[in-house]
Protein backbone atom coordinates (compact mmCIF):
# COMPACT_ATOMS: atom_id res chain seq x y z
CA UNK A 1 0.00 0.00 0.00
CA UNK A 2 1.06 3.77 -1.16
CA UNK A 3 2.30 5.85 1.83
CA UNK A 4 0.06 9.31 1.90
CA UNK A 5 1.84 11.67 0.20
CA UNK A 6 3.23 14.55 3.08
CA UNK A 7 5.32 17.54 2.97
CA UNK A 8 9.05 16.64 3.99
CA UNK A 9 10.53 20.29 4.82
CA UNK A 10 14.15 20.64 4.81
CA UNK A 11 14.15 22.62 8.89
CA UNK A 12 11.42 21.93 11.03
CA UNK A 13 10.26 23.58 14.39
CA UNK A 14 12.26 21.87 17.22
CA UNK A 15 11.53 24.04 19.59
CA UNK A 16 9.02 21.89 22.08
CA UNK A 17 5.73 22.66 24.49
CA UNK A 18 8.43 22.68 27.11
CA UNK A 19 10.80 25.02 25.42
CA UNK A 20 8.30 27.74 25.22
CA UNK A 21 6.51 27.30 28.51
CA UNK A 22 10.21 27.72 29.78
CA UNK A 23 10.99 31.09 27.69
CA UNK A 24 7.17 32.39 29.10
CA UNK A 25 7.98 32.33 32.12
CA UNK A 26 11.38 33.45 31.92
CA UNK A 27 9.88 36.65 30.33
CA UNK A 28 7.35 36.99 33.24
CA UNK A 29 10.11 37.07 35.62
CA UNK A 30 13.11 38.82 34.90
CA UNK A 31 13.69 42.22 33.90
CA UNK A 32 16.96 42.08 32.31
CA UNK A 33 17.05 40.41 28.27
CA UNK A 34 20.39 41.14 27.19
CA UNK A 35 23.78 39.30 27.77
CA UNK A 36 24.08 38.63 31.51
CA UNK A 37 23.83 35.47 33.87
CA UNK A 38 21.70 33.32 31.91
CA UNK A 39 24.64 33.82 28.89
CA UNK A 40 27.25 32.41 31.59
CA UNK A 41 24.65 29.36 32.57
CA UNK A 42 24.13 28.35 28.86
CA UNK A 43 28.16 28.55 28.39
CA UNK A 44 28.74 26.72 31.28
CA UNK A 45 26.14 23.85 30.55
CA UNK A 46 27.75 23.70 27.00
CA UNK A 47 30.94 23.71 27.84
CA UNK A 48 30.38 20.61 30.80
CA UNK A 49 28.43 19.13 27.80
CA UNK A 50 30.77 19.68 24.84
CA UNK A 51 34.37 18.86 27.72
CA UNK A 52 35.91 21.79 26.57
CA UNK A 53 37.15 24.52 29.57
CA UNK A 54 35.79 27.69 28.01
CA UNK A 55 33.02 28.69 26.05
CA UNK A 56 31.55 32.02 24.48
CA UNK A 57 27.68 32.56 23.10
CA UNK A 58 27.29 34.80 20.08
CA UNK A 59 24.52 35.87 17.56
CA UNK A 60 25.60 33.02 15.22
CA UNK A 61 28.04 30.62 14.13
CA UNK A 62 29.43 32.76 11.48
CA UNK A 63 30.18 35.67 14.39
CA UNK A 64 31.77 32.75 16.32
CA UNK A 65 34.18 32.19 13.20
CA UNK A 66 34.77 36.39 13.28
CA UNK A 67 35.71 36.42 16.60
CA UNK A 68 38.16 33.58 16.42
CA UNK A 69 40.35 34.30 13.26
CA UNK A 70 40.22 38.26 14.50
CA UNK A 71 41.53 37.03 17.87
CA UNK A 72 44.17 34.60 16.30
CA UNK A 73 45.31 37.46 13.91
CA UNK A 74 45.75 40.19 17.39
CA UNK A 75 47.30 37.20 19.48
CA UNK A 76 49.50 35.77 17.14
CA UNK A 77 50.57 38.73 15.06
CA UNK A 78 49.86 37.27 11.81
CA UNK A 79 51.05 39.01 8.72
CA UNK A 80 48.16 40.17 5.78
CA UNK A 81 49.29 37.46 3.57
CA UNK A 82 49.24 35.12 6.43
CA UNK A 83 47.72 31.53 4.85
CA UNK A 84 44.50 29.72 6.29
CA UNK A 85 43.73 26.42 4.73
CA UNK A 86 40.46 25.78 4.36
CA UNK A 87 38.42 23.16 2.15
CA UNK A 88 36.86 23.79 -1.42
CA UNK A 89 33.32 22.84 0.40
CA UNK A 90 32.46 24.19 3.29
CA UNK A 91 29.54 27.28 4.39
CA UNK A 92 30.75 30.45 2.58
CA UNK A 93 31.31 32.69 6.18
CA UNK A 94 34.75 29.73 6.83
CA UNK A 95 36.02 31.89 3.77
CA UNK A 96 34.44 35.06 4.06
CA UNK A 97 35.93 36.15 7.53
CA UNK A 98 39.32 35.22 6.28
CA UNK A 99 39.10 37.53 3.25
CA UNK A 100 37.22 40.18 5.12
CA UNK A 101 40.15 40.20 7.88
CA UNK A 102 42.84 40.38 5.39
CA UNK A 103 44.27 37.08 5.82
CA UNK A 104 44.58 34.19 2.46
CA UNK A 105 42.71 31.05 2.29
CA UNK A 106 43.94 28.25 0.57
CA UNK A 107 41.96 26.02 -1.12
CA UNK A 108 42.08 22.07 -0.46
CA UNK A 109 39.91 19.03 -2.30
CA UNK A 110 37.71 17.45 -0.44
CA UNK A 111 37.65 13.33 -0.11
CA UNK A 112 34.25 11.11 -0.41
CA UNK A 113 34.44 9.13 2.75
CA UNK A 114 34.69 12.08 5.40
CA UNK A 115 33.75 15.12 3.62
CA UNK A 116 36.91 16.65 5.13
CA UNK A 117 40.40 17.17 3.24
CA UNK A 118 41.95 15.50 0.53
CA UNK A 119 45.03 14.46 2.83
CA UNK A 120 47.21 14.28 -0.18
CA UNK A 121 46.19 17.72 -1.49
CA UNK A 122 46.46 19.46 2.08
CA UNK A 123 50.20 17.98 2.37
CA UNK A 124 50.86 19.44 -0.48
CA UNK A 125 49.35 22.75 0.13
CA UNK A 126 51.20 23.77 3.45
CA UNK A 127 53.73 25.88 2.67
CA UNK A 128 56.12 28.22 5.51
CA UNK A 129 53.29 30.98 5.16
CA UNK A 130 50.39 28.53 6.90
CA UNK A 131 49.21 29.35 10.72
CA UNK A 132 46.09 27.56 10.48
CA UNK A 133 44.13 24.90 9.21
CA UNK A 134 40.31 25.41 8.95
CA UNK A 135 38.43 22.38 8.83
CA UNK A 136 35.49 21.70 8.40
CA UNK A 137 33.47 18.44 10.21
CA UNK A 138 30.99 18.76 7.06
CA UNK A 139 27.22 17.54 7.46
CA UNK A 140 28.01 15.54 10.64
CA UNK A 141 30.74 13.16 9.32
CA UNK A 142 34.12 13.96 11.62
CA UNK A 143 37.23 14.93 9.35
CA UNK A 144 40.53 12.50 10.39
CA UNK A 145 41.96 14.46 13.17
CA UNK A 146 44.92 12.01 13.12
CA UNK A 147 45.99 12.32 9.56
CA UNK A 148 45.79 16.32 9.71
CA UNK A 149 48.51 15.85 12.90
CA UNK A 150 50.29 13.98 11.08
CA UNK A 151 50.61 16.13 8.10
CA UNK A 152 51.30 19.48 10.36
CA UNK A 153 53.93 17.08 12.30
CA UNK A 154 55.93 19.59 14.28
CA UNK A 155 55.41 22.87 12.42
CA UNK A 156 53.69 25.53 14.26
CA UNK A 157 50.54 25.50 12.64
CA UNK A 158 47.30 25.83 14.76
CA UNK A 159 43.76 22.94 14.06
CA UNK A 160 40.62 25.13 13.97
CA UNK A 161 37.65 23.01 13.86
CA UNK A 162 34.27 24.34 12.52
CA UNK A 163 31.59 21.76 13.91
CA UNK A 164 28.31 23.97 13.11
CA UNK A 165 26.95 20.89 11.07
CA UNK A 166 28.47 17.75 13.65
CA UNK A 167 27.38 18.74 17.09
CA UNK A 168 28.58 15.32 19.24
CA UNK A 169 30.14 13.56 16.12
CA UNK A 170 33.34 11.71 17.49
CA UNK A 171 36.79 10.39 17.02
CA UNK A 172 37.12 7.41 18.96
CA UNK A 173 35.29 8.22 22.55
CA UNK A 174 36.13 12.45 22.25
CA UNK A 175 33.63 14.78 20.82
CA UNK A 176 34.87 17.32 17.53
CA UNK A 177 35.32 20.36 18.73
CA UNK A 178 38.07 19.28 21.30
CA UNK A 179 40.80 18.82 18.87
CA UNK A 180 41.75 22.17 17.59
CA UNK A 181 43.22 25.97 19.36
CA UNK A 182 40.00 26.94 19.17
CA UNK A 183 36.32 25.71 17.44
CA UNK A 184 33.01 26.41 16.49
CA UNK A 185 29.57 25.80 16.62
CA UNK A 186 26.36 26.84 15.51
CA UNK A 187 22.67 26.79 16.96
CA UNK A 188 21.03 28.13 13.59
CA UNK A 189 17.31 26.69 13.39
CA UNK A 190 17.98 23.69 11.52
CA UNK A 191 21.08 22.37 12.90
CA UNK A 192 21.16 19.79 15.71
CA UNK A 193 19.71 22.29 18.58
CA UNK A 194 18.63 25.98 18.11
CA UNK A 195 18.57 28.82 19.84
CA UNK A 196 16.98 30.84 16.83
CA UNK A 197 20.51 32.36 16.02
CA UNK A 198 23.02 31.68 17.62
CA UNK A 199 26.61 30.36 17.82
CA UNK A 200 29.41 29.01 20.03
CA UNK A 201 33.48 29.23 20.66
CA UNK A 202 34.71 26.90 22.74
CA UNK A 203 38.69 26.60 23.78
CA UNK A 204 40.75 25.50 26.77
CA UNK A 205 43.18 28.34 26.21
CA UNK A 206 42.89 30.97 28.91
CA UNK A 207 44.38 33.59 27.06
CA UNK A 208 42.31 33.08 24.33
CA UNK A 209 39.45 32.88 25.73
CA UNK A 210 39.71 36.41 27.44
CA UNK A 211 40.45 37.56 24.15
CA UNK A 212 37.12 36.18 22.35
CA UNK A 213 35.15 38.00 25.19
CA UNK A 214 36.86 40.81 24.48
CA UNK A 215 36.21 41.19 21.01
CA UNK A 216 32.04 39.73 21.29
CA UNK A 217 31.64 42.86 23.09
CA UNK A 218 33.64 45.85 21.18
CA UNK A 219 36.52 45.51 23.19
CA UNK A 220 35.56 46.33 26.78
CA UNK A 221 37.62 45.44 29.94
CA UNK A 222 34.54 45.03 31.47
CA UNK A 223 33.46 41.83 29.67
CA UNK A 224 36.26 39.80 31.31
CA UNK A 225 36.32 37.94 34.56
CA UNK A 226 35.47 40.14 37.57
CA UNK A 227 38.98 39.11 39.26
CA UNK A 228 40.89 40.79 36.32
CA UNK A 229 38.77 44.08 36.91
CA UNK A 230 40.89 45.26 39.56
CA UNK A 231 44.37 44.73 37.28
CA UNK A 232 43.02 46.56 34.88
CA UNK A 233 41.45 49.30 36.70
CA UNK A 234 45.12 50.05 37.81
CA UNK A 235 46.99 49.65 34.50
CA UNK A 236 44.69 52.33 32.77
CA UNK A 237 43.60 55.08 35.59
CA UNK A 238 43.00 57.50 33.57
CA UNK A 239 40.14 55.55 31.62
CA UNK A 240 36.88 54.97 33.40
CA UNK A 241 36.44 51.59 33.75
CA UNK A 242 33.08 51.22 32.34
CA UNK A 243 34.28 52.41 29.06
CA UNK A 244 38.21 50.94 28.59
CA UNK A 245 38.91 49.61 25.32
CA UNK A 246 41.63 46.82 25.62
CA UNK A 247 41.00 46.07 21.92
CA UNK A 248 39.02 46.61 18.91
CA UNK A 249 36.13 44.03 18.64
CA UNK A 250 32.42 43.58 17.59
CA UNK A 251 29.31 43.33 19.16
CA UNK A 252 28.08 39.69 18.64
CA UNK A 253 26.48 38.89 21.89
CA UNK A 254 23.31 37.37 21.82
CA UNK A 255 20.76 37.75 24.35
CA UNK A 256 19.30 36.20 27.35
CA UNK A 257 16.24 34.82 25.70
CA UNK A 258 18.78 32.98 23.74
CA UNK A 259 20.57 31.76 26.20
CA UNK A 260 17.29 30.50 28.08
CA UNK A 261 16.38 28.50 25.11
CA UNK A 262 19.93 27.18 24.83
CA UNK A 263 20.04 25.68 28.19
CA UNK A 264 16.20 24.02 27.55
CA UNK A 265 17.32 22.55 24.22
CA UNK A 266 20.54 21.06 25.31
CA UNK A 267 18.95 18.38 27.89
CA UNK A 268 17.80 16.42 24.60
CA UNK A 269 20.58 17.21 22.44
CA UNK A 270 21.98 13.55 23.01
CA UNK A 271 18.41 12.30 22.18
CA UNK A 272 18.21 13.94 18.99
CA UNK A 273 21.79 13.12 17.85
CA UNK A 274 20.59 9.62 18.77
CA UNK A 275 17.34 9.80 16.57
CA UNK A 276 18.97 11.38 13.48
CA UNK A 277 21.71 8.54 13.69
CA UNK A 278 19.10 5.98 13.90
CA UNK A 279 17.67 7.49 11.13
CA UNK A 280 20.65 7.75 8.87
CA UNK A 281 21.30 3.87 9.39
CA UNK A 282 18.04 3.19 8.03
CA UNK A 283 18.41 5.77 5.26
CA UNK A 284 21.86 4.08 4.47
CA UNK A 285 19.58 0.53 4.41
CA UNK A 286 17.15 2.14 1.62
CA UNK A 287 19.47 3.69 -0.37
CA UNK A 288 21.93 0.80 -0.57
CA UNK A 289 19.74 -0.99 -2.81
CA UNK A 290 20.43 1.71 -5.28
CA UNK A 291 24.50 1.52 -5.09
CA UNK A 292 24.67 1.57 -9.33
CA UNK A 293 23.38 5.10 -8.83
CA UNK A 294 24.26 6.07 -5.26
CA UNK A 295 27.54 6.57 -2.96
CA UNK A 296 26.60 5.14 0.55
CA UNK A 297 28.51 7.54 3.08
CA UNK A 298 29.50 6.04 6.53
CA UNK A 299 31.92 6.83 8.86
CA UNK A 300 31.96 5.81 12.51
CA UNK A 301 31.38 8.90 14.95
CA UNK A 302 28.66 10.29 12.78
CA UNK A 303 26.13 12.91 13.98
CA UNK A 304 24.07 13.01 10.82
CA UNK A 305 22.94 16.56 9.40
CA UNK A 306 20.97 15.71 6.75
CA UNK A 307 20.36 12.52 4.23
CA UNK A 308 22.60 13.25 1.18
CA UNK A 309 21.97 11.73 -1.98
CA UNK A 310 25.27 11.62 -4.30
CA UNK A 311 24.65 10.61 -7.58
CA UNK A 312 27.53 8.48 -9.64
CA UNK A 313 25.97 9.65 -13.07
CA UNK A 314 25.69 13.25 -12.93
CA UNK A 315 22.82 13.39 -15.00
CA UNK A 316 20.70 12.24 -12.29
CA UNK A 317 20.99 14.57 -9.71
CA UNK A 318 18.96 17.42 -11.47
CA UNK A 319 16.43 14.67 -12.47
CA UNK A 320 15.67 13.05 -8.56
CA UNK A 321 15.92 16.24 -7.44
CA UNK A 322 12.76 17.28 -9.72
CA UNK A 323 11.38 14.33 -8.78
CA UNK A 324 11.62 14.85 -5.07
CA UNK A 325 9.99 18.38 -5.97
CA UNK A 326 6.84 16.90 -6.56
CA UNK A 327 6.48 14.80 -4.30
CA UNK A 328 6.66 17.10 -1.53
CA UNK A 329 10.51 16.56 -0.70
CA UNK A 330 12.73 20.13 -0.42
CA UNK A 331 16.49 19.73 -1.41
CA UNK A 332 19.28 21.39 -1.32
CA UNK A 333 22.85 21.11 -2.98
CA UNK A 334 25.84 20.25 -0.01
CA UNK A 335 26.29 23.11 1.47
CA UNK A 336 28.18 25.12 -1.04
CA UNK A 337 28.92 22.82 -4.04
CA UNK A 338 32.37 23.62 -5.46
CA UNK A 339 32.91 26.92 -3.17
CA UNK A 340 35.28 28.38 -5.40
CA UNK A 341 32.76 28.40 -8.79
CA UNK A 342 31.04 30.81 -6.95
CA UNK A 343 30.69 33.89 -8.44
CA UNK A 344 32.42 36.34 -5.67
CA UNK A 345 35.43 33.59 -5.42
CA UNK A 346 36.09 32.21 -9.02
CA UNK A 347 37.20 35.76 -10.00
CA UNK A 348 40.25 35.78 -7.57
CA UNK A 349 40.93 32.05 -7.82
CA UNK A 350 41.52 29.05 -10.14
CA UNK A 351 39.24 25.70 -10.10
CA UNK A 352 42.35 23.72 -10.57
CA UNK A 353 42.39 20.23 -9.43
CA UNK A 354 39.41 19.83 -7.16
CA UNK A 355 37.55 16.66 -9.03
CA UNK A 356 36.02 15.61 -5.61
CA UNK A 357 34.68 19.24 -5.11
CA UNK A 358 33.39 19.56 -8.31
CA UNK A 359 31.93 16.16 -8.13
CA UNK A 360 29.63 17.02 -4.97
CA UNK A 361 28.81 20.46 -7.30
CA UNK A 362 27.42 18.57 -10.15
CA UNK A 363 26.14 15.22 -8.83
CA UNK A 364 24.73 15.65 -5.12
CA UNK A 365 21.90 17.18 -2.87
CA UNK A 366 20.55 16.63 0.46
CA UNK A 367 17.18 16.52 2.09
CA UNK A 368 16.46 17.15 6.06
CA UNK A 369 17.10 14.84 8.75
CA UNK A 370 16.03 15.79 12.15
CA UNK A 371 14.21 13.87 15.15
CA UNK A 372 11.10 13.67 13.58
CA UNK A 373 12.12 11.62 10.79
CA UNK A 374 10.26 8.46 11.57
CA UNK A 375 9.69 5.26 9.37
CA UNK A 376 6.51 6.64 7.54
CA UNK A 377 8.22 9.10 6.42
CA UNK A 378 11.69 6.56 5.23
CA UNK A 379 8.80 4.37 3.90
CA UNK A 380 7.52 7.14 1.80
CA UNK A 381 11.03 7.89 0.90
CA UNK A 382 11.83 4.27 -0.20
CA UNK A 383 8.69 4.08 -1.92
CA UNK A 384 9.68 7.16 -4.01
CA UNK A 385 13.24 5.83 -4.60
CA UNK A 386 11.73 2.52 -6.36
CA UNK A 387 9.64 4.56 -8.20
CA UNK A 388 12.51 6.58 -9.87
CA UNK A 389 15.07 4.11 -9.89
CA UNK A 390 13.39 0.66 -10.75
CA UNK A 391 10.78 1.62 -13.06
CA UNK A 392 13.29 3.06 -15.62
CA UNK A 393 12.93 6.69 -14.57
CA UNK A 394 16.55 7.32 -14.48
CA UNK A 395 16.93 7.07 -18.48
Known amino acids: MKTKRFFWKLQENIIDEK ?47 LVVFAALKEYYKWEHDAEIIVPAVTWITDISVILQLGLKPVFVDINLEDFSFNYDDLAKKITSKTKAVFL ?22 HIIEDCCESHGAKIGNKKVGNFGLANVFSFYWGHHMTTVEGGMICTDDKD ?39 TDGFNVRNTELSAILGRSQLKKLNEYITKRNDAYLKFLKIISRYSEFLHTPYKNGISSFCLPFILKPA ?40 PNADLLHKNAFYIGNNQFINNIRLNYLNELLEDFFIKKQTT
Open 315 to 354: NLKRKLQNFFTKKGIETRPIISGNLLRQPFLKTYFDNIDF
Open 208 to 246: LYHLFLLKRSHGLARELPRKLHAYYKKKHKDIDFDFLFL
Open 136 to 157: THLIGFPADLNKIKKIIGKRKI
Open 19 to 65: NIETLIKFIQTTKRYTQFTEVKKFENAWSKWQGCKYSVFVNSGSSAI
